[in-house]
């Protein structure tokens, strides 16, 4: 409940949904057993930002990662050592980033501003009408942006005047704080809002195509919330989602037509190989299903209620964080436990990312470790 926030027009009644949760304890998170690892890994640095407590994307580059702390402070370190190609404050608190293109670097703070960012300092900003929790996708000189009135809006990326806005009319009225769904595919923009994801044209923000991943239901508004979360999964021509506490789905991204969707509890994006998706679901368990049809291959239940970030395919292996610091590798192939990474003991706050050989994680602590595989 904690991630529910109502949309932009409604009353900020936070405490409201807090006491909703209140009438059962929160369940104990498994004990971590002990592990003889298969696979070795070495931290080769560690980087620090301010403490992260806003949706945070991190950005992969080829030769570069690229994040952010809540304090405002937009950074891009070098991936073979960590040290700051370029670092800025904003002067403000951020609300979600970040988005990159390698030129163009894009955040949005908590009053609102959309900033754009080149060369360590800010080019352009824009009011946004509604405030947003998805980082900004930075694509084809362009600045998209998704706020929390399921509006989607394109920016110059050069001046930053606005290009054009898409809103789906009679949308529910809650949103969740947290990273949303928008990914380039060949010329087409796809976006998640609501419970669907949609293909606009960039250029003007018309729609190409629409397909439902999941649709609300239930008898309050809490139950009916379906947004798609990020990151989702894509293998060409699929692309997978999760829509909150709802289902999984993979869509072909070219004729926009549902593949197949299956009923899933979780709140957290996917990752996807060649042959399966994989997900952290509600109650810690790791799910894979077969990207062709979405039949259950494996599942690993040692990390219950350890609140998991979503996953990313590392060689043989998965890696997933949890509420306390660690780094869990486990295989593709059945879900067996293969490793444990620690970092500096608070929660890991966004999926990890994979930059060439490189795994880059960030803590709530602003901790910003990079481990290489052996």
């Not at 952010?68 to 951020?94: D, F, K, M, Q, Y």
């Not at 979600?96 to 060369?119: H, P, S």
């Not at 704080?177 to 060949?186: D, E, F, S």
């Not at 998640?192 to 960039?202: D, K, M, T, W, Y």
Request: charge should be positive.
């Amino acid at each position: 409940m904690r991630r529910v926030l109502p949309a932009i027009g409604l009353p900020l009644v936070v405490l409201a949904l807090a006491a909703c949760s209140t009438g059962s304890p929160r369940p104990k998170p498994a004990e971590l057993p002990p592990i003889n690892p298969t696979i070795a890994a070495r931290q080769v640095w560690k980087a620090q930002l301010g403490a992260v407590d806003f949706p945070l994307s991190v950005r992969a580059r080829p030769q570069s990662v690229v994040l952010a702390g809540g304090n405002g402070t937009v950074t891009e370190l070098e991936i073979s050592s960590g040290r700051p190609l370029w670092s800025v404050s904003v002067g403000a608190a951020l609300a979600a980033g970040v988005g990159t293109d390698g030129t163009t670097t894009a955040v949005v703070t908590r009053d609102n501003e959309l900033l754009a960012l080149r060369e360590g300092k800010i080019v352009w900003r824009h009011r946004l009408a509604a405030q947003a929790f998805a980082a900004p996708l930075v694509a084809g000189g362009r600045v998209f942006q998704l706020t929390a009135d399921r509006a989607v809006s394109a920016f110059d990326a050069n001046g930053g005047q606005r290009l054009w806005v898409q809103q789906r009319p009679g949308s529910e009225p809650l949103v969740l704080r947290q990273a949303g769904v928008m990914l380039p595919y060949g010329d087409t923009l796809v976006v998640g809002v609501g419970g669907r994801l949609s293909a606009l044209n960039p250029l003007n923000g018309s729609v190409r195509w629409d397909a439902a991943v999941a649709t609300a239901r239930g008898i309050n508004e809490i139950e009916r919330l379906v947004d798609l979360v990020g990151p989702p999964a894509r293998q060409d021509p699929l692309v997978c989602a999760r829509a909150f506490q709802a289902a999984i789905a993979c869509v072909d991204a070219v004729r926009g037509a549902l593949q197949w969707s299956r009923p899933a509890d979780g709140q957290v994006g996917l990752a996807a190989d060649e042959r399966l998706l994989f997900g952290s679901e509600s109650d810690g368990v790791i799910q894979a299903w077969r990207l062709t049809n979405g039949d259950k291959v494996w599942s690993h239940d040692h990390l219950r209620f350890r609140d998991l970030t979503a996953p990313v395919v590392i060689g043989r292996s998965l890696a997933v964080g949890d509420l306390q610091g660690f780094v869990h590798l486990i295989a593709r192939e059945d879900g067996r436990a293969l490793g444990r990474l620690a970092t500096d003991g608070t929660a890991i706050v966004a999926a990890p990312v994979l930059v060439g050989q490189t795994l880059v994680v960030v803590t709530r602590g602003g901790g910003v470790f990079a481990f290489l595989p052996q």
